[in-house]
Nanobody, 121 residues
Framework: VQLQASGGGLVQAGGSLRLSCAAS????????MGWFRQTPGKERAFVAG????????LYADSVKGRFSISRDYGGNTVYLQMTNLKPEDTAVYYC???????????????WGQGTLVTVSS
C-alpha cells in the first residue's frame, strides 16, 4: 500500500492550499483516511479524517471551519482544502489510511511521505 501526498508549498497568511493524497490500488476504497501534521520537536497530530464513503468527517479543533477533507468517488484520492491559513499551520502534512471504514483520529495503518506547508506572516 502506498500513499503519495502532494500540494504543499509556501503561502501567505490568509491564503489557501489544497493537498492531495493518492492511494495505490491495493488500498481498497472502503478504508477511512486522514491527514496529520508535524512540526520539529512535536508529535504528529491529527488534523482531519474521513470515512470510506466521504459522508462522515472529523476535524481537530484548531482547523475547524478553515480546513475541509474530502475524497473522490471511488475513494482512492483524499484532499485537504486549507483556507485562511495561519503561520501556526506551518508543518509537514502526512496523509494516512486505516483498515476500518469509519472515521477515526487514531490507529492509522498506512502513511504517506509528507508534504511541507509553510505559512508566512
Amino acid at each position: 500500500v502506498q500513499l503519495q501526498a502532494s500540494g504543499g508549498g509556501l503561502v501567505q497568511a490568509g491564503g489557501s492550499l489544497r493537498l492531495s493524497c493518492a492511494a495505490s490500488r491495493r488500498l481498497l476504497s472502503n478504508n477511512g483516511m486522514g491527514w496529520f501534521r508535524q512540526t520539529p520537536g512535536k508529535e504528529r497530530a491529527f488534523v482531519a479524517g474521513i470515512d470510506w464513503r466521504g459522508s462522515s468527517t472529523l476535524y481537530a479543533d484548531s482547523v475547524k471551519g478553515r480546513f475541509s477533507i474530502s475524497r473522490d468517488y471511488g475513494g482512492n484520492t483524499v484532499y485537504l482544502q486549507m483556507t485562511n491559513l495561519k503561520p501556526e499551520d506551518t508543518a509537514v502534512y502526512y496523509c494516512a489510511a486505516h483498515r476500518r471504514s469509519s472515521v477515526v483520529m487514531t490507529g492509522y495503518d498506512y502513511w504517506g511521505q509528507g508534504t511541507l506547508v509553510t505559512v508566512s506572516s
